[in-house]
């Protein structure tokens, strides 16, 4: 409240004789002595996020190797041209691609599903309930990986021998070059605690006199959920959206940990993160490493870039506040 | 700041339960007995990692076994181990006996709740009963786990790192959100917009050149690059603070400046006694965070397994012990029992989410 205060005084008429105008200065010497305080993330940004950048894109015209020892040449645009024909660059794109088809939708509506259920208002133990579904957000990653290996083991895991029960014979999933996307998709189930509670805490920020409308005018409660509250929940989509997106891209611990970083079965989850830390962490190829990462920060960059575009045509923020 | 007190407003009259009617209270047990029933499907994992990590491994191998750790049960008698059967009585009842003498068309049985009484003469062929199990939990998986996967070694590397890791995230976004939120900072739009961007860069963007710069001034195979980076303030931590900011009252400091008090003395002795649940909000994050990291730590600690921290550990236990499910389990326990135990003590700060959704505004 006060910020407005301040605002509505330094842009108010300023008379010759206005007091305040020593306050203005009074301001920017205060908006110095706060740079000091941002410093530290001011020298971060430069020292792990801009350096770093512009160096990994000069790697990338070199043929920088960390075991060899010798001293990095510049090879010019070597590194890209084997990118563009590179056969495990296009198949861990692929990879990576065909998961975040399934892993995308799945984490925007498993988290929206379970906020429905979870701010109904016939619900018991509400919060019981909420910090129960949250749990294994805060489980180490690598701890659920195993769980889940051992879930959907294809003997002894519990999965198949439910399958069993009504008569399915289970696949092999972690094995299985097509089985394994919807494993790993599961595996992923157990991360959208924190995508849950921002969709509860949106849906239950839906102005009630909204509903009251809707449901005067007859409207069923699949319409109600499509044109009410899903365009008021539509900020919170977008950034799970985001998120989530991010995560694929940066999509390696589980893969890695399941298989070993083999990328088996038969390639099948030989993901683009697998492969960049093969390229730079197994074979030290630094400037081809390099490569590979700023040819993802393009792809992201063009990727969420049309994601903030779409943005405008879908996401209503004109419910909040 | 108008925004977010209104929200404030409105959301618990949302919260509290609409004005009972009829309806609401037929439905109550339906809505609750779907959302159990998906709360069971969704925590099934865990029940399947205690379970297996209590079984022996014959319990685990043995096809279409028991999913309870459970044995075929044995009764000592006059110094001899029987295996108990599951016997069907003349009567229709059926029996838990332990076999003393088995025969083609006649076995001895004695009643393991009453073995005074003698043997039991039983008609069959024993051939087809079924053995008894009992309950027969392997508590001792949980101590060769710990000792196998090094857990005393692993927990204190994971604390070190995450205690001086919280405490440069801490400090470091407590002054950089204290910028931001109260000063009009040069250029404090464009970097409010950077700092969320630095959330969308993908991480193995800058990794390559950093961890060169790492080798280069002998870093690897050290802690330094797990925790001097943390020491430079996070957007996560800088956006959750200047929130936090926001609510105190200007007014405040600004009383603290009259008195003579400059910024850091204002942030210090006046503001930050005021968000200590803040400051336990960030420092749990960031504690969380170090238990889970494992990209870093693998690759800078590649070679020095005395320093890697749980994830990791974790991880290589997998590998060694991959033939074992039962250990993997255990360990997997070990291993996330401490974070949920936390978590359940400090729910309030966990539920309410990170959303850095309104930033734009």
Known sequence: MAVTVDKGVAGGPATPFDPRRSRVSLD?????????????????????????MVASLWFSFTDFNLVSGEPAEFIGLDNWQKLLSDPEVRQSAM??????????????????????????????????????????????????????????????GWVNRMLAVVGIDGPNWFLDSTWVYPALVFIGLWGVGNAMLIFIASMNSVPATLYDAARIDGASQWSIFVHVTLPVISPVI?????????????????PFVLNNGSGDPNGATLFYALYF????????????????????FIFAVVVTGLLFWSARYWVHYEFEG | MATTLEKK?????????????????????????????????????????????????????????????????????????LDIYTVPMPDGSEMDLAMLQ???????????????????????????????????????????????????????????????????????????AYGLARFRVPFGRSIMVVLIATIILPRFVTLVPTYALFVRIGWVDTWLPLIVPHFFANAFNVFLLRQYFLTI??????????????????????????????LVAVSLFHFYFAWNDFFEPMIYL????????ISVGLRTFNTLYDSQPNLIQSGALLALIIPVVIFLFAQRIFLQGIDLSGVQK
């Open chain 1, 277 to 296: 830390f093969r390229v730079g962490f197994r074979l030290f190829d630094m400037g081809y490493a390099a490569t590979l990462a700023w040819a993802l």
């Open chain 2, 9 to 81: 407003k409105t959301r618990p009259a949302i919260l509290a339960p609409e004005p009972k009617h009829t309806k609401r209270r037929k439905g109550s047990w339906l809505a609750t007995g779907i959302t159990a029933f998906v709360l069971f499907i969704f925590l099934l994992p865990l029940g399947y990692m205690l379970v297996t990590s209590v079984k022996s491994e014959q319990m685990i191998t043995q096809v279409g076994g028991p999913i309870l750790p459970r044995s075929p049960a044995t009764f000592e008698y006059e110094g001899e181990l």
């Open chain 1, 95 to 156: 990879v990576t691609i065909k998961y975040g088809a399934i892993a995308l939708p799945v984490a925007i509506l498993f988290p929206m599903f379970l906020a429905y259920l979870l701010v109904s208002a016939r619900l018991r133990w509400r919060e019981g309930f909420r910090a129960l579904f949250f749990m294994p957000s805060i489980i180490p990653f690598v701890a659920a990986v195993l769980i889940f290996g051992g879930m959907f083991n294809g003997q002894i």
């Open chain 1, 28 to 52: 920017e010497r205060r908006g110095r002595s706060g740079l000091w305080f941002v410093m530290p993330w001011i020298v971060g940004f430069f020292l792990w996020y801009a350096i770093p």
């Open chain 2, 102 to 176: 088995p025969g083609r068309q006649v076995s001895q049985f004695i009643d393991p709740s009453n073995p005074e009484a003698g043997p039991i003469e039983w008609e069959g062929n024993w051939r087809g009963l079924p053995p008894a199990y009992e309950l027969d939990p392997q508590w001792q998986n949980f101590p060769r786990a710990w000792d196998l996967m090094e857990f005393p070694l692993l927990l204190r590397n994971t604390l070190v790192i995450a205690g001086l890791g919280t405490i440069g995230a801490v400090a470091s976004s407590v002054l950089v």
């Open chain 2, 302 to 309: 590649s070679t020095r397994p005395d320093l890697q921290p």
């Open chain 2, 249 to 278: 009252p200007k007014e405040l400091d600004e009383a603290a400046t009259i008195d003579g008090a400059g910024p850091f003395r204002t942030l210090w002795s006046v503001i930050l006694p005021q968000m200590k649940a803040a």
């Open chain 1, 238 to 254: 977008f950034y799970n959206l985001v998120i989530a997106l991010i995560g694929i891209f940066n999509y390696f611990l589980v």
